[in-house]
Every structure is written in C-alpha cells, then in structure tokens.
C-alpha cells in the first residue's frame, strides 16, 4: 500500500476571484474539482489511501468526496484551524497515516497537473535509498519556483525557494510539487507551527547530509496556481493532451456536462467545457475556456482562453479574452474585456462599458 498526503490549503490568492467561494482543487477543471483529477490519477499508480491536509475552505471537500469509496481509495481529512505552510501541513496529516518509518508515502501539490509515473518516482526513491525524492521539472522561467539544482547523481544540492537574486538562478531545473518522503523524516518535522518544507525543512535536510534525491522529468506539468495556466489545464484535459481517469466523458474538442444548452450556430472548441445547467447563445464562438455551471453566453459573445463562474453572465457581442468572470457577476451587451482582466464576484458591468484599447 502506498499512502499520500495532498496538501489543500492554500488561499488560491493568485486565482481570485474564482477561489473566494472556492478553494483551488475544488474549482472545477474538465467538469470536475481539479482535486478528483489527482486521487484519480494517485489511484491509478496504486495509491489506497490519501490524507487531505486543507484549511481555507476546509468544509467542502468532506461532503465531495466523503471517505474516497467512489473512487476506490480511502480518504482522511486533517485541518488546521489556522494554516500551518506546507511542512507544517505535512506534519499534520502524518497522525493519521499507516506506513511504518521506512516506508515511502508520497506527498503533492495540491494544484498540478502532471503526466508524471508516480508509482516509477516511488520505486526510484527506494532504489535511491533518500530521505526525500523530489520530482523535479525543467521551466524557462524558474524565479516563481523552487530551484533544485543536482549533481550527475540526481543528488539535491540546494533547495532555494521563490529566488530574488539574479545569482540565485544556477539552473532551470524547479521543484515540481511532488515528493516521497521517507515516512520517518516527515516525524522530523516540527509539530503545531507554521513551517515551509521549501524554506525550511529540505535546507534543513541538506545541512545535516540528508540524501535528497532529484528525479528530472519531462512529461506534461503544469501549476494550476493562475487563472491562464488553470484554463489550460482544463482544455488539455478536455482534449487528451494530458490523461485523467476522472474525465467525466470522451477526450475531444470540447465536453458539455449534464444540463448544458448550446443554441443554433454557437461553436465550441480549443477543449472548451461547459458547465452542468449552463448555457451558450445563438451564434456565440467559446474557446479554450472554463464555463462553470449555470453560466449563460449569450448570443454572439466570444469567449476565448477564459473562466466564467458559476451562475455567470456574459451579454450579447461581448468579447471576453484571457480575463475572468467571477461566480454570479453579470458583464452587460457589448463590452471587452482582455488579457488579465477580473471581474469580481456579483459585479455588474452595465452594457458597452468596458473597451479594450491596445495602445495605451
Ligand atoms: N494544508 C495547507 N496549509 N496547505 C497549504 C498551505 C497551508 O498552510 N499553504 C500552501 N498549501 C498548499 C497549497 O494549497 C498548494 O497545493 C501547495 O501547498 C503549494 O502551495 P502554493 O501556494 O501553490 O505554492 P507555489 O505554487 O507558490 O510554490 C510551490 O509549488 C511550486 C510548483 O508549482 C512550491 O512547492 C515551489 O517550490 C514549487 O516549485
Ligand atoms: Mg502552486
């Protein structure tokens, strides 16, 4: 048996307004809460039982998921009243977990998307003998990530979070958010207080010649953290760019859920989902996008490389581009709304009202 913790509870700062009334891996990617892509995922490399470390918003995932039978595995929830960080996350859930002090148990990101083998990232932690093996991928722009630089080895050199230092960035190789750990280095870890197994717990580990074992890999990865990169996440999945067992019908252009209206002459592609109970107007054109339940498009709007929230409205020839409409606001006739652009939850944004000018 393999056990897992994933960590859960985190703000979703950098996803607002879509995480105010939703945390992160309950937000729904491919027409399920991002979460069930992972335990589907876990499950499949051979994973029986997780322990869900969550906080923000702690109270919706037990009534989602209950005790993980559905899925085939069993789930434990453990919250903090207050959050801990991701190491003290980790110490938490290590109450409930089974393995005994030399066994491996897996902890994740709660927000990646990843085509990574994690029963093979198990079996080269054992064959390695570390204390930690840390999944580890390569991106072109590493400063918002955990830089791990190696030896030829995969042996961890440093472990240097978030860099702000030009010459901090020795390497484009980034923490992926995937771990096994030794099950007796997470007892290591202080109990009861704030502590980031990125600042404190894997430079710790490297200071007393822990073996922290780096494996590169290259398949599909991606943090859900932003609203463009979650949107991405979601139409990948839609069309089989990435794999999940918890996709809720075939890979394709796009996926309706349960209730889902499209009128006469609308076009849905790019790996477009719509929502259970939302509806797409007469002639309107959806791309690439997140469209929650109950969300309406009304007739000729487009809607590209975009999230709609739940109960949503986008009016009549509205353009709606890289931006994001919270849960219940309502964006009148004829606006634009580009690149980075929020709107808040239950806003209203009267008819021609917002333009897009690209040369200012
Ligand atoms: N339970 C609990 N409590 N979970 C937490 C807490 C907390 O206090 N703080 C964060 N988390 C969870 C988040 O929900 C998320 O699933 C995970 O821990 C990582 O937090 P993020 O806020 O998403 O961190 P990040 O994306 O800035 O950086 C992390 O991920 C990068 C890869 O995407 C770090 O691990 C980096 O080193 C890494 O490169
Ligand atoms: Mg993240």
């Not at 349960?258 to 107007?281: D, K, N, Q, S, Y």
Request: with cysteine; glycine share 14%.
């Amino acid at each position: 048996m393999t056990e897992a913790i994933l960590l859960a509870g985190g703000k979703g700062s950098r996803l607002r307004p879509v995480t105010l009334r939703t945390p992160k891996p309950m937000v729904p990617a491919a027409g399920v809460p991002f979460l069930a892509h992972q335990l589907a995922r876990a499950r499949a490399a051979g994973v029986t039982h997780v322990v869900l470390a969550t906080s923000y918003l702690a109270e919706v995932f037990e009534p989602y998921f209950g005790d993980g039978s559905a899925l085939g595995m069993r789930l434990t929830y453990v919250t903090e009243d207050r959050p801990l960080g991701t190491g003290g996350a980790v110490r938490g859930a290590a109450d409930a977990l089974e393995s005994g002090p030399a066994d491996p148990v897996l902890v994740l990101n709660g927000d990646i998307l990843t085509g990574l083998d994690l029963a093979g990232l198990v079996r080269g932690h054992l064959r390695a003998g570390a204390a930690v093996t840390l999944h580890l991928t390569r991106v072109d722009d590493p400063r918002e990530y955990g830089l791990v630089p190696t030896d030829g080895t995969g042996r961890v050199l440093r472990f240097t979070e978030k860099p702000q230092r030009p010459e901090e960035i020795v390497t484009d190789q980034i923490n992926a958010g995937c771990y096994v750990f030794r099950r007796e280095v997470i007892d290591t870890v202080p109990a009861g207080r704030p502590v980031s197994v990125e600042r404190e717990t894997f430079p710790g580990l490297l200071a007393s010649g822990a073996l922290l074992h780096g494996v590169v890999d290259r398949s599909y990865w991606r943090d859900l953290g932003r609203p463009a990169c979650f949107v991405q996440a979601s139409a990948d999945l839609v069309r089989g760019v990435v794999a999940s067992p918890a996709l809720p019908g075939p890979t394709g252009e796009y996926l309706l859920m349960p209730g889902a209206r499209i009128e006469e002459g609308a076009v849905l592609g790019g790996g477009t989902v719509v929502g259970a109970g939302a509806r797409i107007g007469a002639g309107a054109v959806v791309e690439g996008s997140v469209v929650l339940d109950g969300a309406r498009v009304d007739e000729g709007a487009r809607v590209h490389a975009s999230m709609l929230g739940a109960g949503s409205y986008v009016g009549r020839g509205t353009t709606v581009t890289g931006a994001v409409v919270g849960d219940g606001a309502r964006v009148g006739a004829a606006n634009e709304l580009d690149h980075g652009a929020r709107v808040w939850c239950d806003a209203r944004i009267p008819d021609a009202a917002i333009r897009f000018s690209p040369d200012c």
